[in-house]
């Protein structure tokens, strides 16, 4: 957990880098169209389809004894991801063109649209190394090794922070980031490769074309393949429609949502290290167990989520400020920013639920109604997408905030639908204690959120007094509610955060 709080910690530092030196103008908003298309072929292909697939079957393995077969299926699918991830990069370098103008940039200038092909061409060779790191993550997440895998996005983010430094520097602009995120990607994987020889791995050159354990392995994935790829596409579209906007709208929401990433981290974590576990009690049939490890880690991370959500609301202009205001980043931006961020953060409690619910039904073996709710969440996110930007413009507000607003609302909705169909697929869910908990935490987090706004209200109009003020106030508040309300989740979070593994 503390690796993946470096990871967003860099990921916030290289977004400072990038918002120094390109600010949320045509040069930044070129990179964030262009970076959507490797993203949807990794993740549609390698990314969370394949191992929520993967390592259930991995783990059967070699709980049985099958060492042999578990590490042939390992290699099939290195080497079937590798191939394939490389053929589909190919094919997308020609395309390139034809994919930014109609698919995640068809309003934006012709400037930005040559920009984002020549960015989106220097970055295609990644996905293949990302869907191979992907399957080693797996291996090691399946044989409880978690520590080499979570230190893997750290380095990536430096390679990248590298880039745009040596991009902004020498006016090759984000080509260095272009470049970094190839790098990085190479560093992703090898930085876990040592650790493969503790488990004693087995590399075999083979397809696995007449293996059951693999053609189970696609099975599985197609229905999470379908929900990836809504995820994704709820970036592309939002990508999408923010190019109708005015220019900067789409950097601007990129900004915001490097900041919502944060507190998400510990949804992330959880659910990371409780995969396995859930993996393991639904393999027993111990419904029990698996029932109370869900309910006790979503009630973990409605305590984070819920004050983490009033907070960045609250503090967003001063967070904004005190993180990105510098260089070619004006107030201006930081104003568009906070306002982002205050209508992503509606959807952050939605989010970090998604991070448990969705792996519970994936360790029942149950990828389709995951995959179902996410397309589920893509017609809500395109239906407010499409209204809320005009509805915000007549009230004065900006329309992207109406984009922003869009995607929190379908993360909620997504996560009611799941944690409703979760119940009768673990022998009952109790839905009371969750929403006895969830209503405390609400109103320590909304008194929480009354603390910090009377501090801005006094303190001085400085973005370091401001924000480290006001976390510290907010994080004293909400302890001190938390305790008297009985919000006993925050002590196992903490436990949680200092268990050595």
């Avoid at 009033?310 to 400020?321: D, K, N, Q, T």
């Avoid at 697929?425 to 935490?441: C, H, I, N, S, Y």
């Avoid at 303190?459 to 006001?470: F, I, K, Y």
Wanted: glycine content about 10%; overall charge positive.
């Amino acid at each position: 957990m503390g690796l993946f709080m470096l990871s967003r910690i860099l990921g916030l530092a290289r977004t400072m880098v990038f918002g120094y030196y390109f600010g949320a103008g045509p040069e930044m908003d070129a990179y964030t169209y262009a970076s959507r298309i490797p993203d949807l072929l990794f993740n549609i292909v390698a990314g969370g389809a394949l191992g929520s697939a993967f390592i259930p079957i991995f783990i059967a393995r070699r709980s049985t004894g099958d060492e042999e077969g578990a590490w042939r299926l390992a290699s099939a699918l290195v080497n079937l991801v590798w191939w394939g991830l490389l053929l589909l990069g190919a094919v997308t370098f020609f395309g390139a063109p034809w994919l930014v103008r109609t698919l995640v940039a068809p309003e934006a200038t012709v400037e930005i649209q040559a920009r984002a092909v020549l960015l989106l061409r220097v970055m295609l060779l990644s996905p293949a190394i990302f869907g191979v790191s992907g399957i080693v993550m797996g291996v090691l997440n399946g044989c409880q090794h978690f520590a080499l895998p979570a230190f893997a996005p750290v380095l990536y983010n430096l390679a990248l922070i590298v880039g745009a430094i040596w991009g902004g520097e020498t006016g090759q602009g984000l080509l260095g980031a272009a470049v970094g995120t190839v790098v990085g990607a190479l560093l992703h994987l090898a930085v876990k490769l040592p650790a493969l020889p503790r488990y004693r791995a087995r590399y075999f050159p083979t397809w696995g074309l007449r293996d059951p354990s693999v053609h189970q392995v696609w099975r599985m994935m197609l229905p999470r393949i379908f929900g990836v790829a809504a995820v994704q596409f709820n970036f592309v579209i939002t990508n999408n429609l923010a190019s109708g906007l005015e220019v900067g709208a789409v950097s601007i929401l990129l900004y915001a949502w490097m900041i919502v990433l944060l507190p998400n981290v510990l949804a992330q974590a959880v659910g990371t290290t409780a995969f396995p576990t859930f993996s393991e009690q639904s393999a027993q049939q111990d419904f029990a167990a698996l029932r109370k490890t869900v309910a006790q880690m979503l009630r973990v991370v409605t305590a984070v989520m819920l004050p983490a959500s009033v907070g960045l609301a609250v503090l967003g202009r001063p967070l904004v400020a005190l993180a990105f205001e510098r260089g070619a980043f004006s107030a201006g931006s930081t104003e568009g920013v906070a306002w982002a961020l205050a209508c992503f953060a509606v959807g952050l409690v939605g989010h970090g639920a998604i991070e448990i619910l969705a792996r519970a039904f994936y360790a029942l073996h149950d990828t389709w109604t995951p995959a179902l709710m996410a397309v589920g969440a893509v017609a809500v996110n395109v239906a407010l997408g499409l209204t809320l930007p005009g509805v915000f413009v007549r009230i004065g507000w900006p329309s992207y905030a109406g984009l922003a607003l869009a995607n929190g609302i379908a993360a909620l909705a997504e996560m009611v639908a799941l944690l409703w169909l979760l119940g009768p697929k673990v022998r009952g869910l109790a839905f009371a204690p969750l929403l006895t908990q969830g209503a405390r935490v609400l109103l320590a987090s909304l008194g929480m959120g009354a603390v910090v706004w009377g501090w801005l209200q006094l303190a001085p109009a400085s973005p370091w007094v401001q924000s480290l003020g006001g976390i510290a106030l907010g994080v004293v508040a909400y302890g001190a509610l938390a305790l008297a309300l009985r919000i006993d989740e925050l002590r196992l979070a903490l436990r949680l955060v200092l268990r050595r593994g």
